[in-house]
């Protein structure tokens, strides 16, 4: 079981940038979606997920509105736009596999990939 993410960078205050979670060695359509993310010296947290159907839960209120995740099956891979990014959204961001539905709780995520660092200057 394998999961990768990628796409983070270095961006403004305002801009956007588009994480990818690559995955391989599982049913991916079985399996919800996680993004965590962790500032250094901090809890990582959850962020947001995508279950197998799709639908999307929040776990971080104030990425509402400006994060979006969306799943290819086929690619077996998952999407997070992230709009509007702030500072505070400053955080190495990391996907979990997790069987068919979503949980805010990082114990029930079977796989996880290693990190991608988004760091956003005001």
């Known amino acids: 079981v394998q999961l990768q993410a990628s796409g983070g960078g270095s961006v403004q205050t305002g801009e956007s940038l588009r994480l990818s979670c690559s995955t391989s060695?599982?049913?991916?359509?079985?399996?919800?979606i996680g993004w965590f993310r962790q500032v250094p010296g901090k809890k990582r947290e959850a962020v947001l997920c995508?279950?197998?159907?799709?639908?999307?839960?929040y776990y971080v209120d104030s990425v509402k509105g400006r994060f979006t995740l969306s799943r290819d099956n086929y690619e077996k891979a998952v999407y997070l736009q992230m709009n509007s990014l702030k500072p505070e959204d400053t955080a190495v961001y990391y996907c979990?596999?997790?069987?068919?539905?979503?949980?805010?709780?990082?114990?029930?995520?079977?796989?996880w990939g290693p990190g991608t660092l988004v760091t956003v200057s005001s």
């Open positions: 979990a596999a997790d069987f068919w539905s979503c949980k805010a709780d990082e114990a029930f995520y079977d796989a």
């Open positions: 060695g599982f049913r991916f359509e079985d399996y919800a």
């Open positions: 995508i279950d197998s159907s799709g639908e999307s839960t």
